[in-house]
Structure formats: C-alpha cells, structure tokens
C-alpha cells in the first residue's frame, strides 16, 4: 500500500501525470467492506468526503448556533452590554452573521413562494438542500481531494496505468513517466502474482507493473449515487406537500378521475394524467443528471487543465467551478422550491399569488 | 473503424451537436433577461432569480449530451 500525489510539476522530472478517470467511484480497498448475497459493498471514495461534508457544515452550524444563543443570553442578562468590538449583543458576526444573512435571504424567498403559511415547513428541506449540495461541491477544493490516494494494479479493460517511484524513503509514492508510457498511461498487462509481490513490497529488481490512483477523499456530487439520492428525497417530498396542501385531491393531477365525467376534453386530460407520472419521473432524472454532470464535468476539466498547464491557469477554472458548485447547488434548492409551489397549487385552479417562480416546468 | 476511434469521433460528436440548442438557448435567454433589466431595473432580483433557473434547465439539454459523451469516453475504455 502507498500513496502518490499525482499533480505534480513537469520538465522539473516531476511529471504531471493525467488522473485516471471513471464515473462510478473508485473503491479504496479492493476488498468488499461487507457482501449480502451476491452483492459486493465496496468502500468507495465518495463516502468519506460526503462524511467530511457533513461534519464540516455541523460544525459551523453548531459553532454559528452556540455563539448566537450566547449572545442572547448575554443580552437577556444585561441589554446595556457590549462586546470586544464596542457593538450590541445582538449585532451579528463571524460565521454567525454568514449564516443569519443566507438564512434570513431564503426565509424571505421561500416565502414569497410559497406564502406565510407554508414557509415554515418548506424552509427546512429547501435550505438543507441547498447548504449540503453547497458543502459537497465546495469539498473539491480542500487539499488531496482527488489527488492523494492508494496506489492500485492498473487492470486491463479498466484504466490505463503509470509506473511509480518513491520518493526518497519514505514510502510516498509518485507517478513517473518513461518515453514508451507516456503522459497519459499504458494499458496495463493485469499479473496477479506481480501484484500479489508489489504489494508486499516483494518486487525484483527489473520487475515494473503500472498503477492507478484511488483517491481517499472525491467529491460525492461526482458519484450519481449522491444526486439521485437528494432528488428522490426532494421529489417525495413535493407529493407530500402536495397532498398536505390539496388532501387526497391532489392525485386528480395524475388520475383525472373527474375530467371523465365531463366527456369530450375530458378524455383528453384523463390522458394528460398520465403524463404528469411521467414527468414527475423525468424530474427526477433531470435533477441527477444536471447535478452529477456539471460536477463530475467541473472534475474532468479541473483534471485536463491541470495536465496541459500545471501552473497558473487552473486558478481560473478553480474561480469559475466554485461559482459553478454554487450555482448548482442553488438551482437544485430553487428548482426543488418551484416544484413544491406548483405542486401545492390546486389543478385547473389558476391561483395567481403564488408568485413568478411557479412558472418552471422540467 | 478502431472500437477507440469511432468512441473519440462519437463523443466529439455528441457534445458539439448537443451544445448547439442549449447555447442557442442562453443566448436567447439572456437576451430577453438582459432586455428587461435595462427596461425596469429594480426587477433585476427577480430576473435574475428565474434566469439562473431558465438556464439550468437549459443547461440540462446540454448536460444530457455532456454524460452522454462522457460515458463513451470513460465507460470500459482500456
């Protein structure tokens, strides 16, 4: 086992190796973690920096939390007091005020949406949505995101392999080029008895297999598990607002069991019925594809920049993925936010004052 | 044809055609966005809201073509 920064300087003879890149996750043991039946539970990279997101966002949540509360009760024991900047109790700072200034900017959004009375249980969801999507997307920017990892036996029909050399005796690895490999890798010939030695360290002299990296920590967005997962969440619960604010009505949308009786265009919309099933299905699927594909994009590019020009020029494209991670990430919350408010509007019922963002169909 | 040629050429393929409507689209979009901040300004919070929402989904057009592509490239490629 060893692990192997690959974003290094070229002409320097520390090469810049291009990443191996996969769309589903890339295991870190080759060993599966548990198997029920015939299916293989692999520990994938996306878990831990999913993990990492979460306790990252916990943790300013609760720091913001704590020194608000703080705050408060120390204005409630003496409204006179000040703190170490001279100002009130109650003027917000730090993370505190970060949060306050979000929180407070899509508590009045949603609620011009969706109306005073539903706010509360709709602010919630929306806003998780948006902060955890944020959170996951901005953890492609911490250090060793997908360029530190264990080193693994290229396998043919998979991935295209480099040749390794430590660096110095530490056991840190790197990748290394040689005239016949090249920059972008060999296809590997797969030797389990080779790999079986060069992972005891057993290898001879004069011996040489290729490797890929599976990084310790990738972003979870870039695994379609991820946004699959939210849009199903985020979909369940627009039907479930929707029966909330409608009742059993609400299904008329899908079954237009009333329009029968009309005759003529009735039969017409019974049909269209049927549609909104299917479009409540694409929602779903537009929601994944939109999130994992502008993220896993973002990651590919980030990957052939830093190959063709190492130093520099990524910074760019660094700037413009963060806005892209932000922009999805508040188009999945405002998307799912859209949908909740048509949902909740009663069919056939043109009820104007749900304001403009109710317009957005997938 | 090489299996790895004819995957190149397709993905190539695929995302020029593909980004084709939805930057047509944008374009569009924010032409008409543009347009009606410079005619009413204060809108421009509300403009910008639907926009940013217009154009993800037009996006996703070319985001289908985008996975598309990218699954010719790095989906059982040796």
Redesign the interface.
Known sequence: MCVAPTVLLPRLDIPVAFPHVQVPPEPIFTEPLFTIGSYEFYLVNTLPSILLADIVLLLLAWSAGRKAKRRMEQYQANPNAVDEKGQDMMVPSGWWNAFEALLEYFYNLIRTVVGPQWVRSVFPLVMTIFLFVLTVNLLHFFPFVDNVGILHCAQPGVAKGFPVTEIGNTGIYRFTFTEEVGAIGATPTYDPELCEAAHHGELEEGQEILYVLAPFLRTGTTDMNLPLAIALTAITAVQIFGVRALGASYFTKFVNLPALSQGGLGYVQFGVGFLEIVSELAKILSFTLRLFGNIFAGMVLLFVIMFLIPIGVPLLFFILEVLIGFIQALVFALLTLSFISVAMVGHGSHDDDHGAHAGAHA | MELEAARAIAAGIAMGIGALGPGLGIGILSFGAMQSIGRNPEATN?IQ??L???I??T??IA??A??VA??LI???V?
Do not use: C, K
Request: net charge negative.
């Open positions: 509300l809201t639907n940013i929402l217009a993800a989904l996006e996703a985001i289908y985008l996975v990218l699954v790095f989906v059982g040796a």
